[in-house]
């Protein structure tokens, strides 16, 4: 049996899942990138950093951007990949999985810590210092977070060059 998506349903959501992980990673790392800096923001004179709680709820990139690309889309996604995933043979498979299992990792990491933890930083009810550690150790998980994306993300496209190639024979 060849390890080729079989139908087009397979190939969509496989095209689906490689944009949408390409997306969610691209808008994750500019996010901590450019982003996060203007809420736990650093004072290069007292070396210090402010967890802005105010400037995290003018944003609300939750709202406004993340809900939209990754909370219902990109986990959707992940569960239909797994299962056609699951169910493919060979090479593919594999590469399938890894992207699969990797951002379901992910997705199990976003529910149950990110956005609650987020969401606590946004009420602004922590005391400065306790905030700030929080906020410190929700951006070095978000690293964490980010190493699994690059690794779905790379499994995926692994998985759709297999796909393709092997179309083609």
Do not use: C
Not at 53 to 63: D, I, L, P, S, Y
């Amino acid at each position: 049996m060849r390890d080729v998506p079989s139908t087009a349903f397979a190939r969509v959501l496989l095209w689906l899942f490689v944009i949408n992980l390409g997306i969610a990673l691209g808008a994750g790392l500019f996010e901590s990138r450019i982003v996060v800096p203007q809420w736990l923001v650093h004072s290069p004179d007292t070396g210090s950093y402010f967890w802005d709680a105010e400037a995290v709820r003018e944003a609300n990139t939750g709202v406004r951007f993340w809900a939209y690309v990754t909370t219902g889309p990109l986990t959707i996604l992940t569960l239909a990949n797994l299962i056609v995933a699951w169910r493919s043979r060979g090479p593919l498979r594999r590469w399938w999985l890894t992207a699969a299992i990797a951002e379901l990792v992910g997705r199990v990491m976003t529910f149950a810590y990110f956005i609650p933890t987020m969401i606590e930083l946004m009420g602004g009810s922590l005391p400065q210092t306790e905030a700030v550690e929080v906020a410190q150790q929700w951006v070095g998980l978000n690293s964490v977070r980010h190493a699994l994306g690059i690794v779905a993300l790379l499994a995926a496209l692994k998985a759709f060059s297999l796909a393709y190639a092997q179309r083609r024979e």
